[in-house]
């Protein structure tokens, strides 16, 4: 028989403390969020309660009060479980489990599962099996004979819970099982990186919040390209985590030189700590990049937080300071005065509707550029070796048949530039 679809009952704590600090994020924004990767797992929202409190309750997170509330909700809604906006400890998610009669789970959790079921590659599988079980070793002892259940989640994707008697020696020999099949898989990828950095081609990365328009954009850069197929699009949905696995594609600049394109999982606040550790080999591809191209929804209210969880990720994956251009997407949905105008490290864009890609290509291009030396070669006709490598490597269309060899105008970086430089005109 077909599973029942879930239920959930979501549930907030809002800190009543004097001090706010600067990246505090707005208890209904945060639980609107929560919503929306509720429903990105698969499961209904029945209901939503948010509970102000000076501080967290030692036994059930809540205070006692809102937990019998709890109860005669999930009653009168149906609910069949009750999904909490911060992390849970084991000895909550048991004393709650008890006393609502209905399962329990944490926001990361929740985001945990939806990795679990949006995961492709082998990889991706890995990284998420890995978080998961880094996440559940230090409950395994507070949730008690609760362990013994066997679902995770929404739709139990992933390793599911262990019974009890499932130790944290077992866990432990499990997590150090899937490190090493990563290591082998990271090896693959770094045989690819290295073959990739041969060729020279510049590579964008494309970074911002889950759902700020990343993938769309990679469809659109991507077109630029002269082996362009529709089948080379990415998977395109208007929801949290649509897509988690890195994609990389090729595209190519106004001068007629092409680069990769490299799509990376979004980001969301409160992102699990595990989940982090687990992407950052996967994040790795946003170090070897030369440009970033920082993605927001200039739609959201909460852009701005945003872009400060996305920077914040970025600064622990030590790239904080690379080249960056800020591409405020979505601009097809507001009013045209609302946005600035475009700048060289800023650019309003719609990918879905093309708005401003012009622009934005040549916002690349200059970055890509910038450290480049514009020339003109004469190449004798007998080496034509020579020819045949910038030609590939810089796609390079401007040149001439002359007397005295071959006229190439091109822009080289500064490797080819000392390379060359005796042929320069």
Known sequence: MEKQQERALLIGLNITTNVKKIDDIDINESMEELKELTKAAGAEVVGSLIQNRPAVDAAYYVGKGKVEELRAY?????????????????????????????????????????????????????????????????????????????????????????????DKRIILNKIADIRRELKEVSKNRETQRVQRMKSNMPIVALVGYTNAGKSTLLNELIKTHKDYEEEKEVFVKNMLFATLDVTLRKATLPNKRDFLVVDTVGFVSKLPHDLVDAFKATLEEVQYADLILHVIDATNSSYELQKQTTESVLKDLDVGDKKTIIVYNKVDKLELDIYPKNQKDKVYISAKKGINMDKLLKLIEEALMKDTY???????????????????????????????????????DEEDYNIYKDYIK
């Open 74 to 166: 999930c009653e009168a809604t149906d609910a069949t479980m009750v999904i909490f906006n911060d992390e849970l400890s084991g000895a909550h998610i048991r004393n709650l489990e008890e006393a609502v009669g209905r399962k329990v789970i944490d926001r990361t959790t929740l985001i945990l599962d939806i990795f679990a079921q949006r995961a492709l590659s082998k990889e991706g599988k890995l990284q998420v099996e890995l978080a998961q079980l880094r996440y559940r070793m230090p409950r395994l002892y507070g949730m008690g004979g609760e362990m013994s259940r066997t679902g995770a989640g929404i739709g139990t994707r992933g390793p599911g819970e262990q019974k009890l008697e499932i």
């Open 374 to 412: 514009k020339v003109n070669l004469i190449l004798p006709y007998e080496r034509g070796d020579i020819f045949s490598k910038i030609k590939d490597k810089y796609n390079v269309n401007d040149f001439n048949y002359e007397e005295n060899g071959i006229s190439v105008d091109v822009n080289l």
